[in-house]
Structures are given as structure tokens and as C-alpha cells.
């Protein structure tokens, strides 16, 4: 099983990534010190599919040292249904029966291959084939194979976003719409339900299986969905909301519908040892019998996915306690200031960023101004500057960039529970000394018991040991540090890099975590 912790983690980054991620099925040759993941794949006729695989080390102890390495892939098997192209990354010659690929892999990394499948025009359902896949590396050669399947394309779309009420303590309940925008019956569908730590599933039906702790349910029909015709829950969904969610939170549920085949090709190697049918009534759709038939594919994944919001009712609210910072230094120096709040509770204080759906600019629940006469060499990635007069587009904006007077900052830490304490570490160069110049440090966040300790002051060159902040309302005040960032932003770097490689790694499809 998952810890606790990880668990959480995973439900903040959301967990579709993850489910893909599982279905890799590693093949190892037993003299080659590293084994190839890849996956199957379905594909419509006329549509493209999309492939990977990727070399892990055997040797977990060691970092990993592949250098020249090449990727060969006998195309044979499928040639008469579909082509294969590579994406980018090799430098690759393709015959039509063959695909040899080069590659140049840096210590430390592993070899890593994108690839494009092109289902004919003419291709029919049910022709089947293997790409017989062989890595070689340091004269060492590990195999795999990946089988393409030609399926029946089909169409499931959902509502894009749903919502529900819930208190602390109870439940809110979800509805859920899938409909056939395709011309062709679909015989069945699973129901994806990807929780979160805060608003977990909670139901008990015995079509849906889910893990103790309620992250992911999967729901199964055998209904047949039938072209032009809409279809909801025969009951909402009820998903629990935990009693230390925070009231005026508004919290994702993804609803994923998948169809059968695409399912089981999936999750075929998922740990679903960790999911257990409910004990309750069958969760429905309409009553239908099965056929037999040939495999369906989904043409559109991209419409096929509602965003349930579910909104936290009550009386729960987080109170978040800002501290103070301040730091000395000469003319042109770079100094290290890390304001910060804590989270006071009693409420989990929930993720608030670019990936909350609906965000703008001005809902980032931390604001700092910089000091007058020092400027911001680095700053977190966690904030981005304030400039509400810009439109806000949360994925491309400027996060982590210096120069800017003010800046709005996210909350990442999940989970932010009582006590927590957060920090925000810019690096600022002084242009000017002037005693006691200070820059501010606010949280905004709505149902905030306590407004007294929602801003700290961040001086520079302060003249009184509280740092200038005359005990009043700030939020107290850090001790006086006056260091130079030299060494510290070459660590910060470091760190910074190694927070962001474990990110992209947790996002990569190749991440898999296991029971």
C-alpha cells in the first residue's frame, strides 16, 4: 500500500499520470543490466497512437551510465496496418520492415524513446502485430515487445465541470453524465474517479472498486452506450469531505470515462490487489446484455474527463500566521530573505495554484512586496510577479522571475496542515543601504479567522533588534542574519534543481509506484 503521506502527495499533483504510468511492462534480458518499459497499444483506423518506452537499470544502488546507445524495431509485424515514426530526441533511418535509432545518453540519465503509430486508412478492426523492440548499451542488449491492435474508434464525452456542496464531516454528492458523440454503440465504460486526500470517494457500490483510503475509484458497466444518447448515474457519487478540509475550499474530483478495452489495456499491471468492491447496490446506467464484438479505442481522449468542484460548507476555517524577516548588508551585496506564514488551523490549508481549475492572478493567497532600493536576483518558483493588468495565463506565466516590485505567490506544500510552516526565499540585491527600508509580506485568504497576523514586514538594514517591526500585529520577527547569498543561492540552485527533476519525474509517464 501507499504510506499516508504519499497518498497525498499524489492526489495534490492529480494521479491520471500515474495510472498510465502502471500499465509499463518491463522485459529483461538476463545479461543486460537494465530493462526495457514499454506498453501495448490500441489503434483506430485512420488515427494515431501515440508510444514509449524507456531503459531502467537493474542496479539500483549506482547512477546510471548508458552513453552510445541504440534502440532497433523490427516494424514487420505491423507493416500492413500501420507506420511507425519516431518523435525527437534520435537521430534514427527507417526502412518500412525496420526502425534503428542512436542516441548519446548523458550520465546520470537513462534512455528514454517517443513514437508515433499511424493506424491505415484501410486497417481493420481486429489486425494485430508486435513491435519486437531490442536496446543495446555497452555491448549489453535487453528486449521487449509492444503489440498494436486495430480497434473500433469510438467517442464517450462528459460534462467538462459538475459541482456539489459538502460540511466537514459529510458528504457531497456528484453527478456524473457520459454520452456517445460517435456513430457506433459502445459497449460498456468505466468510470475513473480520481480523488483527493481532503475529498475522498466514499461510496459502496459493488460495480466500483476502490483502496481503503478512498484516492481512485473504478467503476464498471456493461451498459451499451448508444450513438446520440446521453446517460447519467442511476445515484451521485458520494465523496466524502474529511472533517479537517477548510470551509470556502473548493476541491477537484476527476471523473474519467474510459471504454473497456482502453481500460484493461491500461491498468492491466495497476496494483489493483488494493481495490476492493463494494458490499451496496450496483451503480448504474441502464440495464443492457453484452455481445460479442471486436475492441474499442477512444478517438478523443480530451473530452471524455469532467472536473468535479466540490465546495467545503461549514464552519472550518485556517488561519494563517505570517513571520517576519530581516537581514543586513553593504551596497550591492545579495542577501537571502525567507518570509513565510503558519498555518495555525485547525482547517488543512488545500493546494492554491496554477493547477487549482479557475485561479486568477489575484486569488494567490500570498502577496510580498520587495523592499525599495534592492532588487530580486532570485525568486521562488512558487511565485510569479503581480501584474493584474496582464492577462493571466497561470502555465505560461513568469514564475520564478526576478525583477519584479511585488510579486503573488501559490501554496504548493500539500499537506498544509496545522502548524506547517511555509517559506519563501528571494535572493535581493541592495543598491541603496537606507536603515530600516522595509518591503511587506501578506496572506489573503478568504474565512481567515484572524486578520492581525495576515502581514510582516521584510526590512532590510534594520536599526532596532525586533528588526524593525515594533512588535505590534506582524507576525514577530526573525532573528537578524546579514549573510551573503553566495553560498546559499549556489545551494538554493542545487536544491532548486533536485525539487524540480523529483517533480518532472513524479509527472514523467514513466513514474510507477508500486504497492
Known amino acids: 500500500m501507499l504510506t499516508h503521506s504519499a497518498r497525498r502527495w499524489l492526489a495534490g499533483l492529480g494521479v491520471a499520470g500515474a495510472f498510465v504510468a502502471a500499465s509499463a511492462s518491463p522485459a529483461v534480458a538476463a545479461e543486460a543490466p537494465f530493462e526495457?518499459?514499454?506498453?501495448?497499444?490500441?489503434?483506430?483506423?485512420?488515427?494515431?497512437?501515440?508510444?514509449?518506452?524507456?531503459?531502467?537499470?537493474?542496479?539500483?544502488e549506482s547512477e546510471p551510465k548508458f552513453g552510445q546507445t541504440s534502440i532497433d524495431i523490427d516494424l514487420s509485424a505491423v507493416a500492413a496496418f500501420a507506420t511507425v515514426e519516431p518523435m525527437w530526441g534520435w537521430t534514427c533511418e527507417a526502412t518500412p520492415a525496420k526502425l534503428h535509432c542512436e542516441a548519446d545518453i548523458e550520465d546520470g540519465q537513462s534512455p528514454d524513446f517517443d513514437y508515433q503509430v499511424y493506424g491505415k486508412e484501410d486497417a481493420k478492426p481486429g489486425q494485430k502485430g508486435a513491435l519486437a523492440i531490442s536496446m543495446t548499451s555497452g555491448g549489453k542488449t535487453a528486449k521487449a515487445t509492444a503489440d498494436i491492435t486495430v480497434a473500433e474508434g469510438v467517442d464517450l464525452v462528459s460534462d467538462p465541470t459538475v459541482e456539489a456542496d459538502g460540511a466537514?464531516?459529510?458528504?457531497?454528492?456528484?453527478?456524473?453524465?457520459?454520452?456517445?458523440?460517435?456513430?457506433?454503440?459502445?459497449?460498456?465504460?468505466?468510470?475513473?474517479?480520481?480523488?483527493?486526500?481532503?475529498?475522498?470517494?466514499?461510496g459502496n457500490f459493488s460495480n466500483c472498486k476502490t483502496d481503503d483510503w478512498g484516492s481512485v475509484a473504478f467503476c464498471t458497466f456493461d451498459t451499451k452506450i448508444e450513438p446520440g444518447k446521453s446517460y447519467k448515474l442511476s445515484e451521485n457519487l458520494p465523496i466524502k469531505v474529511t472533517s479537517e478540509?477548510?470551509?470556502?475550499?473548493?476541491?477537484?474530483?476527476?471523473?474519467?470515462?474510459?471504454?473497456?478495452?482502453?481500460?484493461?489495456?491500461?491498468?492491466?499491471?495497476?496494483?489493483?490487489?488494493?481495490?476492493?468492491?463494494?458490499?451496496?447496490?450496483?451503480?448504474?446506467?441502464?440495464?443492457?446484455?453484452?455481445?460479442?464484438?471486436?475492441p474499442q479505442t477512444e478517438l478523443d481522449h480530451m473530452n471524455n474527463t469532467t472536473i468535479g468542484t466540490v465546495r467545503v460548507t461549514g464552519d472550518n476555517h485556517a488561519d494563517l500566521a505570517t513571520k517576519a524577516t530581516a537581514t543586513s548588508g553593504k551596497k550591492g551585496d545579495v542577501v537571502t530573505v525567507a518570509p513565510g506564514f503558519t498555518n495555525l488551523g485547525p482547517a488543512v490549508l488545500e493546494y492554491l495554484g496554477q493547477g487549482t481549475p479557475g485561479i486568477r492572478l489575484e486569488d494567490l493567497p500570498v502577496r510580498v512586496s520587495i523592499p525599495a532600493d534592492t532588487t530580486v536576483v532570485e525568486a521562488p518558483f512558487d511565485c510569479v510577479p503581480f501584474t493584474p493588468e496582464k492577462e493571466w495565463d497561470p502555465w505560461n506565466a513568469g514564475w520564478g522571475e526576478p525583477g519584479a516590485k511585488e510579486y503573488a505567490c501559490q501554496v504548493l506544500e500539500t499537506p498544509n496542515d496545522k502548524d506547517y510552516e511555509s517559506l519563501y526565499e528571494f535572493a535581493l540585491r541592495i543598491d541603496k543601504v537606507v536603515p530600516d527600508t522595509a518591503g511587506a509580506f501578506t496572506t489573503a485568504l478568504i474565512g481567515d479567522p484572524n486578520k492581525s497576523n495576515d502581514t510582516a514586514k521584510i526590512v532590510i538594514n534594520p536599526t532596532s533588534p525586533d528588526g524593525g517591526n515594533g512588535g505590534g500585529g506582524d507576525g514577530g520577527s526573525l532573528p537578524i542574519t546579514g549573510q551573503s547569498t553566495g553560498l546559499i543561492?549556489?545551494?538554493?540552485?542545487?536544491?532548486?534543481?533536485?525539487?524540480?527533476?523529483?517533480?518532472?519525474?513524479?509527472k514523467r509517464r514513466r513514474t510507477r509506484f508500486v504497492a
Open 245 to 294: 478540509a477548510r470551509t470556502g475550499a473548493e476541491l477537484p474530483v476527476a471523473l474519467d470515462w474510459w471504454t473497456i478495452d482502453d481500460w484493461d489495456l491500461a491498468f492491466k499491471d495497476w496494483f489493483l490487489d488494493d481495490v476492493k468492491p463494494g458490499t451496496g447496490e450496483k451503480l448504474r446506467l441502464v440495464e443492457s446484455a453484452s455481445a460479442a464484438r471486436v
Open 36 to 60: 526495457i518499459a514499454t506498453h501495448d497499444l490500441l489503434l483506430a483506423p485512420g488515427h494515431i497512437g501515440y508510444g514509449w518506452l524507456y531503459a531502467q537499470p537493474t542496479d539500483t
Open 168 to 202: 466537514p464531516g459529510g458528504n457531497a454528492l456528484l453527478p456524473g453524465v457520459v454520452r456517445n458523440a460517435g456513430e457506433t454503440p459502445v459497449e460498456g465504460a468505466v468510470l475513473v474517479v480520481q480523488a483527493q486526500y481532503l475529498t475522498p470517494y466514499g
Open 489 to 506: 543561492a549556489g545551494l538554493g540552485a542545487l536544491l532548486l534543481a533536485a525539487g524540480v527533476g523529483g517533480y518532472l519525474v513524479a
